[in-house]
C-alpha cells in the first residue's frame, strides 16, 4: 500500500467520507491544500449527498483529474478532452475491479433502509459491513496509477 493509498484510508477511518478521502489524500501533491479538499469534497460523499448515486470515491476521482490535467480555461477542448479520457479510463478500472460505480449498488445489503441526509455513525460494525474502505483504497491507488505516473496505464 502506497503512502496516498495509506492516507486515504487513514482519513476515512478518521471520519472523513470517501470523496473527502480520496482527496485529502492526493490534495497537496496537486496543488490544493488538504483543507480545501476536504471542505470543497464534502458534498460528494455517500455517492454525492447520501443520494447513492455514483460513489464519492470514484468522484473524487473526477475532481482530482481537473485538478491536475485543467488549466481552467472555457474554450480549451484539448485539456478538457484529456480530463474526460482519464476519467474515463480511471472509472472503466474501477468498474472493472467493483462490478459498479454507483453507492447503492456497491454497498448492497448493508445500504440503509431509511435514506436520509444523516451519516451513520462511524462504529466497527460500520466498517465491517461497508465495502467503503475497500473503494477508498482501490479509487487513491487508481489516481496514483493514471494522475501520478505509477503503475501502468
Known amino acids: 500500500m502506497s503512502i496516498y493509498t495509506e492516507k486515504a484510508v487513514a482519513l476515512f477511518r478518521e471520519g472523513y467520507n470517501c470523496a473527502q478521502a480520496v482527496t485529502g489524500a492526493f490534495a497537496e501533491q496537486f496543488g490544493m491544500s488538504q483543507e480545501d479538499a476536504l471542505r470543497f469534497s464534502e458534498g460528494m460523499g455517500a455517492g454525492m449527498g447520501r443520494l447513492r448515486l455514483t460513489c464519492g470515491a470514484v468522484s473524487a476521482m473526477a475532481l482530482l483529474a481537473g485538478l491536475k490535467l485543467s488549466n481552467g480555461k472555457p474554450n480549451d477542448l484539448t485539456t478538457r478532452k484529456e480530463v474526460y479520457a482519464v476519467v474515463q479510463e480511471m472509472t472503466k478500472a474501477f468498474q472493472e ?9 456497491l454497498l448492497g445489503a448493508a445500504r440503509p433502509k431509511h435514506e436520509t441526509a444523516q451519516p451513520e455513525a462511524r462504529t466497527a460494525a460500520y466498517y465491517q459491513k461497508r465495502p467503503c474502505v475497500g473503494c477508498v483504497e482501490d479509487c487513491a491507488e487508481i ?11
Open 97 to 105: 475491479k467493483n462490478g459498479s460505480i454507483i453507492c447503492a449498488e
Open 143 to 153: 489516481v496514483e496509477q493514471y494522475l501520478c505516473g505509477t503503475g501502468e496505464e
